[in-house]
């Protein structure tokens, strides 16, 4: 079992930048596949991001793509992402999500490993 933490969260304005981060208990973080997810007022939770286990391969919604980079330190059990010019539909709280699957799937349903989640506003 792995415990997830995510910080970096707050208020930005459009076209600004923020910095996400998830820190994984345990040593054998690089075991686990990763993925960040959002979920926006009335909406429901939905794929960012995801690296694999040696963060060799990323994934990431069309949405964000160009955007947003995913990324993972191993050495330090610690997952980030990195999102610029941000818009205002980036605004949700941001999951972070571990599973012990060797390959990334979008559907949130597959994770078994979620953070608390951490808000990301982007002011107009």
């Known amino acids: 079992q792995v415990q997830l933490v995510e910080s970096g969260g707050g208020l930005v304005q459009t076209g600004g930048s923020l910095s996400l981060s998830c820190a994984a208990s345990?040593?054998?973080?690089?075991?686990?596949?990763m993925a960040w997810f959002r979920q926006a007022p009335g909406k429901e939770r939905e794929f960012v991001a995801g690296i694999s286990r040696s963060a060799g391969r990323t994934y990431y919604a069309d949405s964000v793509k160009g955007r947003f980079t995913i990324s993972r330190d191993n050495a330090k059990s610690t997952m980030y992402l990195q999102m610029n010019s941000l818009k205002p539909e980036d605004t949700a709280v941001y999951y972070c999500?571990?599973?012990?699957?060797?390959?990334?799937?979008?559907?949130?349903?597959?994770?078994?490993?979620w953070g608390q989640g951490t808000q990301v506003t982007v002011s107009s």
């Open positions: 999500a571990a599973d012990d699957g060797i390959v990334v799937i979008t559907k949130a349903s597959t994770y078994r490993y």
């Open positions: 345990g040593r054998t973080f690089s075991g686990y596949t």
